[in-house]
C-alpha cells in the first residue's frame, strides 16, 4: 500500500511541475507579445504629453497657474517613464514655485524632487528636500501624497540599506507614513483599501492583505500603473503565504501592466527575474533581468541599475562560466585518487546529461536563428561559441573516463596519475580566450581600432596577432558584452579581482576621455 502511494504522490508531483512550466511558457508568451507593443504604447504617451505641451505653448506668461498645472502634468507623464525629462519639469515647476510665491506650488516643488531623487537612488538629497516643507500649510490632496511619498521613500531606503538595526528603524517610520496617508482616504476606496493592505502585511496579518488587494486587483485593472503597484504587492503576499505559483502569476500581470502604463521606474521585473532564477528557470529569467535593466537604463534609475546587477552577471554569464566551473571541478575531483570509481560515475552522469542538452539545444538552433533579428547577432555568435566548447569539452571527458576505465580494469593504477598530470587548465584556458577573442573580433572587427582611438596616440595598444586580444582589450571586450562585475570578470579570465581593477585603472589613465566615461564610450562600439 505504501509503494503504491508513493508511486502515486511521485506522478502527481510530476505533473503539477509540468503543469506550472507549461503555464510560465504561457505568461511569458502573453508577456513578450506586451514587448512588442512597448513602441505603440510609446507613442501613446508622446501624444498626450504633446497635446499637453500644445497647452502650454498657447498660454499666456501671465497666467502663472495654467502654466504650473500643464508642467505638472507633463512632469506626471514623465516621472516614472524617464528621469531626465521628469528633471527638467521639477526645474521649471520650482521656477514658478519661486516666481508665483504660492506655497502650494513651492510644497508640490518639493515633493517631485523628493518623488525623482529617490527613484534615482539619491535618498540624503530626497529627505534634504522633502524634510523642509511646512505639512501644516499643505492642502489635504497634496498632505496624502507627500505622506506616501515617504513611505515609499522608506520602503526603498530599506531595500538599499539591508542592515538590520537600520531597517527595523525604517519600518517603523514607513509604518507611520501608512497610518497617516489612510487618515487622509476615509472615503477614497482606491487608496484606503491601497494603504489598509500595505497596513495588514506589516502587521502579519495576511489573510486581510489579501483580501483587500484582491479586491484592488478586480476592481482597478483598467488602471495599469496602479494595478501593477497593487499586483507586485499581493505578489509579495502570496509568496509569504506560500502560493508561489500564484505570485508568479501576479507579477507576470504586474509586469505586463507596467509596460502597458510605460513604467520604467519599476520592480517587478526585476523581482520576477529572480523568482523565477530561484526555481530553475534560468532562461526565463535571463530575459525578464534583460528587460528590467533595460528599463532602469531607459529611465536612468541608478538605484535600479545596482539592483539589478546584484543578479544580472549571475544570470547572463551562466553560460559562459559554466565551462570553467566544470574544469575546475574535474581538477579536484582528479587529484582525489581515492575516489576515482566515484568520479568515474559522476562524469558518466555529467556527460550523459550534457549530451541531452546538446541534443535538444541543436534540435532548436535552426528554429532560433530563423526567427532571431539582426540585433540578436551577439547572442547567436556566443550560443554557438558555447556549444562548440561543450562539446569539444565533452569529448575529453569521454576520453578521460575510457582511459581511466581501461587502467581500473588493468589494475594499472600508477598510470592514472600520469593521465592526471596531462591535464593542463592553463592550457584550456588559453584556448578558451583564443575561441573568445575570435568570435568577438567577427563580431566587433574595428574594435581594436576603436578601442585604440580613445587612448593617447603614444600609449595605443598592437597586439601580435590581429586575431587576437591583449588582456586588457579582453576585459573591456568582456564589458562590451554586458558583463561588468569584477568579481565575474575576474573568475572569467582567472585574474583576483584586484588585478581586475589594476588594469581597468591603467587603461582609463591612458585615456583621451575622462575616466568614468572610457567605459561608456567602450559600449558604444557598435556590432557588425
Given at each position: ?21 507549461d503555464?510560465?511558457k504561457?505568461q ?8 512588442a ?5 510609446a ?36 516621472k ?6 521628469a ?11 519661486r516666481?508665483?510665491?504660492d506655497?502650494?506650488?513651492k ?17 540624503k ?32 531606503l ?32 482606491k487608496?484606503?483599501l ?22 484592488l ?25 506560500g ?29 520576477l ?11 526565463e ?18 538605484l ?64 532560433i536563428?530563423?526567427?532571431?533579428l ?16 561543450n ?10 573516463k ?39 573580433l ?10 585604440n ?7 595605443r ?23 561588468g ?7 572569467i579570465?582567472?585574474?583576483s ?30 556590432a557588425?
Amino acid at each position: 500500500m505504501n509503494k503504491h502511494f508513493f508511486l502515486a504522490l511521485a506522478f502527481f508531483t510530476f505533473f503539477l511541475n509540468a503543469a506550472a512550466s507549461d503555464h510560465i511558457k504561457r505568461q511569458m508568451k502573453e508577456l513578450k507579445a506586451e514587448v512588442a507593443e512597448k513602441g505603440h504604447y510609446a507613442n501613446l504617451k508622446s501624444q498626450r504629453a504633446d497635446s499637453i505641451r500644445l497647452l502650454l505653448n498657447s498660454t499666456s506668461p501671465e497666467n502663472f497657474h495654467a502654466i504650473f498645472t500643464y508642467n505638472q502634468k507633463l512632469f506626471n507623464e514623465y516621472k516614472s517613464y524617464i528621469y531626465d525629462s521628469a528633471f527638467n519639469y521639477a526645474l521649471k515647476i520650482e521656477e514658478i514655485a519661486r516666481f508665483s510665491g504660492d506655497n502650494s506650488i513651492k510644497a508640490q516643488s518639493k515633493i517631485n524632487f523628493g518623488f525623482i531623487l529617490i527613484s534615482s537612488g539619491m535618498f540624503k538629497e530626497a529627505f534634504d528636500t522633502l524634510k523642509t516643507i511646512r505639512t501644516q500649510e499643505m492642502p489635504r490632496s497634496l498632505l496624502a501624497e507627500y505622506y506616501s511619498l515617504m513611505e515609499r521613500a522608506y520602503l526603498d531606503l530599506m531595500g538599499y540599506n539591508s542592515n538590520v538595526f537600520f531597517t527595523e528603524k525604517y519600518n517603523d517610520i514607513r509604518n507611520s507614513y501608512i497610518d497617516s496617508t489612510l487618515q487622509l482616504f476615509p472615503d477614497n476606496q482606491k487608496y484606503q483599501l491601497y494603504y489598509s493592505g500595505l497596513r495588514y502585511i506589516e502587521n502579519k496579518n495576511f489573510r486581510q492583505a489579501q483580501q483587500e488587494l484582491e479586491t484592488l486587483t478586480k476592481d482597478y485593472r483598467n488602471d495599469d500603473h496602479f494595478f501593477a503597484m497593487t499586483a507586485s504587492s499581493l505578489a509579495y503576499v502570496y509568496l509569504c503565504t506560500g502560493q508561489t505559483n500564484d505570485a508568479i502569476t501576479m507579477l507576470f500581470e504586474s509586469v505586463k501592466a507596467d509596460i502597458r502604463s510605460c513604467t520604467r521606474e519599476t520592480t517587478a521585473a526585476f523581482k520576477l527575474a529572480e523568482l523565477l532564477y530561484t526555481h530553475g528557470y534560468t532562461k526565463e529569467a535571463h530575459y525578464l533581468i534583460e528587460l528590467a535593466m533595460h528599463d532602469a537604463t531607459f529611465y536612468n534609475s541608478n538605484l535600479r541599475k545596482k539592483q539589478i546587477s546584484s543578479i544580472l552577471p549571475v544570470i547572463a554569464a551562466k553560460e559562459l562560466s559554466t565551462t570553467i566551473k566544470q574544469r575546475k571541478l574535474l581538477f579536484r575531483y582528479s587529484v582525489a585518487t581515492t575516489l576515482l570509481s566515484v568520479l568515474v560515475v559522476a562524469f558518466l552522469f555529467i556527460t550523459i546529461r550534457h549530451v541531452r542538452q546538446l541534443k535538444r539545444a541543436k534540435e532548436s538552433i535552426s528554429d532560433i536563428n530563423s526567427k532571431l533579428l539582426e540585433s540578436n547577432k551577439i547572442k547567436d555568435e556566443y550560443i554557438g561559441f558555447y556549444f562548440y566548447n561543450n562539446s569539444d569539452y565533452i569529448n575529453k571527458i569521454e576520453k578521460f573516463k575510457k582511459a581511466i576505465i581501461r587502467k581500473l580494469m588493468t589494475k594499472r593504477v600508477d598510470d592514472i596519475e600520469i593521465i592526471i598530470n596531462n591535464i593542463n587548465p592553463q592550457k584550456e584556458r588559453e584556448e578558451l580566450f583564443a575561441g573568445f577573442d575570435k568570435v568577438f573580433l567577427r563580431l566587433f572587427p574595428d574594435f581594436i581600432k576603436h578601442f585604440n582611438s580613445l587612448l593617447k596616440p603614444e600609449e595605443r595598444i598592437l597586439p601580435k596577432d590581429k586575431n587576437t586580444l591583449t588582456t586588457d582589450m579582453r576585459i573591456f571586450a568582456l564589458i562590451r558584452i554586458g558583463i561588468g562585475d569584477h568579481e565575474k570578470i575576474a573568475e572569467i579570465l582567472g585574474y583576483s579581482v584586484s588585478t581586475i581593477y589594476n588594469y581597468k585603472t591603467k587603461i582609463r589613465k591612458k585615456a583621451i576621455v575622462p575616466h568614468d566615461k572610457f567605459e561608456e564610450e567602450i559600449l558604444k562600439i557598435k556590432a557588425i
